[in-house]
């Protein structure tokens, strides 16, 4: 499963802004962390492992 790791300063918040991207193909699917969560909470609760297998076949 394809995962890329984004950092860029935005400069309308006035902060780094830190992101994964997960997969390679299909619709894309944006899941924001919970509040005060950080930028790999959805992959360390396992939301991600939860969609493995749409991921891998490019569904999302």
């Known amino acids: 499963m ?3 790791y984004f ?3 935005s400069p309308n918040l006035n902060r780094e802004i830190e992101m994964l991207v997960f997969g390679h193909a299909g619709y894309p699917v944006i899941v924001f962390p919970t509040s ?3 930028y790999h ?3 360390d609760m396992g939301l991600i492992d939860s969609a493995k297998w ?3 076949q490019g569904l999302i």
């Open 54 to 56: 749409y991921l891998e």
């Open 41 to 43: 909470e959805n992959k």
């Open 2 to 4: 394809k995962e890329e």
């Open 7 to 9: 950092k860029w300063h």
């Open 36 to 38: 005060m969560g950080s």
